[in-house]
Nanobody
Framework: QVQIAESGGGLVQPGGSLRLSCVIS????????MAWYRQSPGKQRRELVA????????YALDFVGGRFRIIRDNTTNTLHLQMNDLKFEDTAVYYC???????WGQGIQVVVSS
């Protein structure tokens, strides 16, 4: 059974940074692409924030105009989302997604507010 344990998130001022993490167990982590999604207030659907393929032990890709970086560590089955220069519109519940099993994390609240 795939289990996803998410951490990080919280309240941050505009321009600040946060790092989200999720540890995924019960899956062949190294074989599949992983992703972060978010669901913004008032929106019914989750949108893709960042995705990363299965390559190497550490691999990072930049998204959202270079403000976000998705990082995978295949040695610890951990997926991170480093978010910098946060804006009001980044307020959302963020979800870790295992591409192998299509399992979702429980979601992490991120609030960007002054």
């Amino acid at each position: 059974q795939v289990q996803i344990a998410e951490s990080g998130g919280g309240l941050v001022q505009p321009g600040g940074s946060l790092r989200l993490s999720c540890v995924i167990s019960g899956t062949d982590f190294n074989r599949y692409g992983m992703a972060w999604y978010r669901q913004s207030p008032g929106k019914q659907r989750r949108e893709l924030v960042a995705t990363i393929p299965s390559e190497g032990e550490r691999y990072a890709l930049d998204f959202v105009g270079g403000r976000f970086r998705i990082i995978r560590d295949n040695t610890t089955n951990t997926l991170h989302l480093q978010m910098n220069d946060l804006k009001f519109e980044d307020t959302a519940v963020y979800y870790c997604h295992d591409g192998g099993s299509s399992t979702w994390g429980q979601g992490i609240q991120v609030v960007v507010s002054s």
